[in-house]
């Protein structure tokens, strides 16, 4: 029977099956961070330990200061803040788990790091008490975001009690025009098939745009499947995968290479595989793409205007697009082009790597920001990088912040707040009401479309600043 890249990562890692579908599954990697305490607590009141710890890794990054990291812990003025860190670090003695502390060359958010240090590989069963973990799946992994009790099971015997998901293949085809990248492909994605469109369902991205994608592309991809109800995104993997992973820290060695090379090339789905649903979209018809409202469903392309909730015919969707532009004060009819922007963030595990530090300083070489931003990079290796690169200095020159790494702006856990009531511009993967900060309001976009409303203080095409 011809099976899907999913369902031969499933078959390979199922250790029993109840009547009834319950299925016990074997985890190959585990991320963990400072807000997997409950998980560790509920463990050690049991009297337990972790299972394996060789296949679970910790990373301080939600609660992390991006500002000051040469104090220290003492950078963080939040008492609970430094309270999670520390009992991260705690609990990883505990269990000796590996660690990286916020003083690990290796720290970063937890969906850039695995990546980048080859945790992350093709075939793998990998889940993190964090929605995004999805993220993984650009390497053709399957990996889900787990709650605090899966977690704590997890940690406990490195399997997990699952049902098994649907399948559901979105192929973009045709090109993507210059100056398109992944989170306008995602974005297009969540705002054809809703917020809940793939509620259920596991997406595989599939199609010549898709395959087009560097990883980074693939990453930012893959870590907003969550924003379309999937319960895991992937990518089936290939050659730029292979060269991604060659010679990464925790990728596989030598003759273990040769042989996970092997495996790997089996991964991706056969011919005539069957999907439980299918979704196709045209790479060469978008734009770039920005969130108007609070969800990231409500996104359009930049030279949309704001809808009339009244045109919509879904009821629930209508009473959300009122209460939406409420809080994002703004009118229907407005072109998006009109909207000011107040404060820009560039970073996340949606839009913190290299390609996207690249792609902002490619905007902001030799130009100024016109609002407060900065730019915290998915990891401590990736700030080193792109201060090597030199893009650092583009960033100060235009008076932008540059930060150290952490989830910084995009939950705003660790104090890097926006003011109530001002607009941001960010590269995250959440505009839900408060996400950045009490009265924020958020607008996503990609890392490019950020840059250039730094630098015009608005919603900008900013392919009329590259000349794409
Ligand atoms: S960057 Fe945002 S979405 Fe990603 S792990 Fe951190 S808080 Fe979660």
Known sequence: MALTMFEKIWNSHVILEKPGGDTLLHIDRNFVHEGSFHAFGALAKEGRTVRKPRQNFAVADHYVPTVGRERGLDATEDADARHMIQLLEENCRVNSLTHFGMDDARQGIVHVIGPELGITQPGLTITCGDSHTSTHGALGAYAFGTGASQLKQILATQCLWLKKPKTLRVTVNGRLGPGITGKDVVLAIIAKIGAAGATGHVIEFAGPAIRSLSIEGRLTVCNMAIEAGGRAGMIAPDDTVYEYLHG???????????????????????????????????????????????????????????????????????????????????????????????????????????????????????????????????????????????????????????????????AAMNGDKVPPGLRCASTSNRNFEGRQGKGARTHLMSPAMAAAAMVTGRVTDVRTLTGA
């Open 248 to 410: 990464r820290e925790y990728a596989p060695k030598d003759a273990e290479w040769e042989r996970a090379l092997t495996q790997w090339r089996a991964l991706p789905g056969d011919e005539g595989a069957r999907f439980d649903r299918e979704v196709t979209l045209d790479a060469s018809a978008l734009e770039p793409m920005l969130t108007w409202g609070t969800s990231p469903e409500e996104a359009l392309p930049v030279s949309g205007r704001i809808p009339d909730p009244q045109s919509l015919g879904d009821a629930d969707k209508r009473a959300h697009a009122l209460q939406a532009l409420a809080y994002m004060d703004l009118k229907p009819g407005m072109a998006l082009t009109d909207i000011r922007i107040d404060r820009a963030f560039i970073g996340s595990c949606t839009n913190g790597r290299i390609e996207d530090l690249r792609a902002a300083a490619a905007v902001l070489k030799g130009r100024k920001s016109m609002i407060p931003a900065w730019i915290s990079p998915g990891s401590t290796a990736l700030k080193a990088q792109a201060e090597a690169e030199g893009l650092h200095r583009i960033f100060l020159d235009a008076g932008v912040e540059w930060r150290a790494s952490g989830c910084s702006s995009c």
